[in-house]
């Protein structure tokens, strides 16, 4: 079945530094949305990425999807200690039946 | 902003006892999930309704696990007996639509423990 990957599995950041999660599938994608986690929290979505080489931005997070559609990253420029959590990336297929299969994740952890 | 209601917020049951746990989507939304997060993981589907009906529950574990929304509003899923290795975060999220770019909203979850 599809696999989604994630590196890596935890960074930890001085305040104030960039950080980045990877993320691969082992199928071509149809889309790919991104998922935060804060600690105790459950996943609320973040952006969705549809097109080839496709790159979004939100303030200090910037995300993109690869030109074969299987992989994604988010890089987030001068991390706050607001950005602590998980981060999961969800691919989508549209093969019979349309799924979302989630990552592995990266959890992000800040110190200050 | 409306959410997905889930119930109860934790679970503490012994080994082959049954669970049960409820979840309210977001009202219109006609897709819903059952996912099960191992701390450390990502979420793993377990089931995917459209409307009432079952359209994946291909990663469900049948001898015990059932789930159902009969009235296509409201869901619940069972464990019947539960294991020591289903302690787990019961996580439910629903989509306006079954197509795949259509954002997930989940709600809180149910972390259960088993003794």
């Known amino acids: 079945g599809q696999q989604v990957m994630q590196i890596p599995q935890y960074q930890h950041v001085q305040e104030g530094e960039d950080f980045t999660t990877y993320c691969n599938s082992s199928t071509t994608l149809s889309n790919i949305q991104w998922y935060k986690q804060r600690p105790g929290g459950h996943p609320v979505f973040l952006i969705q990425l549809v097109k080839s080489g496709e790159v979004k931005k939100q303030k200090r997070l910037t995300f993109q999807f690869g030109e074969a559609k299987k992989n994604s990253s988010l890089h987030i420029t001068a991390t706050q200690t607001t950005d602590v959590g998980t981060y999961f990336c969800a691919g989508g297929t549209n093969f019979g039946n349309e799924k979302l299969t989630f990552g592995t994740g990266t959890r992000l952890t800040i110190i200050p | 902003e409306a959410e997905v209601a889930q119930s109860p917020r934790y679970k503490i049951t012994e080994k082959s006892q049954a669970v049960a746990f409820w979840c309210d989507p977001i009202?219109?939304?006609?897709?819903l999930y059952w996912y099960r997060q191992i701390l450390g993981q990502g979420p793993e589907l377990l089931v995917q309704f459209q409307d009432e009906s079952v359209v994946d529950d291909s990663q469900l574990p049948k001898d015990r696990f059932s789930a159902e929304r009969l009235k296509g509003v409201d869901s619940t899923l069972k464990i019947q007996p539960a294991e020591l290795g289903d302690s787990a975060m019961y996580l439910c999220?629903?989509?306006?639509?079954?197509?795949?770019?259509?954002?997930?909203?989940f709600g809180s979850g149910t972390q259960l423990s088993v003794l």
């Open positions: 999220a629903s989509r306006r639509a079954r197509q795949v770019n259509e954002k997930l909203f």
């Open positions: 009202s219109g939304h006609a897709t």
